[in-house]
C-alpha cells in the first residue's frame, strides 16, 4: 500500500504556513521520488489571505485591518480572500504524476474533495460535492461566496474553500474548513464603496457560505475533525498515513521564505 507524510495539526503564523507548504513542494520536486504530504494547520493571529493574483491596494482595507489586529498574507495559489479564524486547514503536496491526483485540475480536485467529504460526512455534516461551476457569482473579494468545480456544500451553500497551484511538475492543494463565520469582520477588511453595499454583500455571503456549526448534527472539536479527515483520505486514495514531521531541509527552506511571506514587497505586489 503507497504511504504518505502525515503532518498533524499545528497553529502558526499565515507566513509560516505558507513557506511551510511552498518549503514542502519545493524539497520534493528537489528530491523526486518522495513520499506525498498530507498536512493540517491552523493560524494565529487571526489572518486575511489573498489570492495570487488579487488586488491588495484595490480590495483590502489596511487600516481596517491594522484596528482589528489582522495579518494580511498573499497565498502562492489563485483564489479570493479568505479570513483564516476559526477553522481546520488542510493542504496536500504531491508530484503531479502520482496515481492518486494525477489527470486536469479537475480531476485531481474530485480525488481530493472526496477524501474531504468522507471525513466531513463522518462527523455528522451532511455534505456534498458540487459537480459544476456557479455562474453566479457576484464577482465580490471573498472567498466561500459561490462554490466551484467539485468543491464541498451543504443545500447549495459552500462548506470548504480550496485553491490549487502547479509548478515544476507539482501540485499544492490548501483549502479551508469553517468551523465558524465572522461574517463582519470579513466584510470590515475589504475595501468597499459605502455601508450599504457592505450591507448587501454580507448579506449575499450568508446565502451562500456556511461553516460547520451552522450545518453540524453536533458539536465537532478540531481533533475529531483531522481523525475523520485522515480516515477518509486513506480510504479514498486507498493509501496509509504515516505521521511526520518536517524535516532539517524542510525547516531550512521554510525559514527562508517565511521572508518573503512577512515582506510588503510580496503581500503588496498586485
Not at 509560516?16 to 507548504?21: K, P, R, T, V
Not at 459544476?132 to 471573498?142: K, L, V
Not at 486513506?234 to 498515513?241: S, T
Amino acid at each position: 500500500m503507497k504511504t504518505w507524510r502525515y503532518l498533524p495539526y499545528t497553529v502558526l503564523t499565515g507566513a509560516e504556513n505558507m513557506a511551510i507548504d511552498e518549503a514542502i513542494m519545493d524539497i520534493m520536486k528537489k528530491n523526486n521520488p518522495t513520499e506525498p504530504v498530507l498536512r493540517f494547520y491552523g493560524w494565529k493571529p487571526t489572518t486575511l489571505s489573498l489570492g495570487y493574483a488579487q488586488s491588495y491596494a484595490k480590495e483590502v482595507d489596511a487600516e481596517a485591518c491594522r484596528r482589528a489586529n489582522i495579518d494580511v498574507v498573499r497565498r502562492p495559489t489563485g483564489g479570493r480572500a479568505v479570513l483564516h479564524q476559526y477553522e481546520l486547514t488542510y493542504s496536500v503536496i504531491v508530484p503531479e504524476s502520482e496515481e492518486h491526483v494525477k489527470g486536469t485540475v479537475i480531476e485531481s480536485y474530485l480525488k481530493i474533495s472526496q477524501g474531504l467529504l468522507k471525513g466531513i460526512n463522518a462527523v455528522g455534516v451532511p455534505a456534498e460535492l458540487v459537480a459544476h461551476a456557479n455562474s453566479s457569482h457576484t464577482g465580490t473579494a471573498a472567498c466561500f461566496d459561490a462554490p466551484s468545480w467539485y468543491e464541498l456544500v451543504v443545500e447549495g451553500k459552500k462548506l470548504v474553500g480550496s485553491a490549487q497551484m502547479r509548478r515544476d511538475g507539482m501540485l499544492l492543494q490548501h483549502g479551508s474548513i469553517i468551523l465558524h463565520f465572522d461574517t463582519e469582520l470579513l466584510f470590515r477588511l475589504l475595501k468597499l464603496p459605502n455601508e450599504e453595499v457592505r450591507q448587501r454583500l454580507i448579506k449575499s455571503f450568508k446565502a451562500k457560505a456556511c461553516a460547520l456549526d451552522e450545518v453540524w448534527m453536533r458539536p465537532v472539536t478540531i481533533d475529531e475533525l483531522e481523525r475523520e479527515l485522515c480516515l477518509g483520505f486513506e480510504e479514498i486514495m486507498g493509501i496509509k498515513l504515516v505521521p511526520s514531521v518536517l524535516t532539517e531541509e524542510e525547516k531550512l527552506k521554510s525559514e527562508q521564505l517565511v521572508e518573503k511571506y512577512n515582506s510588503q514587497e510580496w503581500t503588496m505586489k498586485r
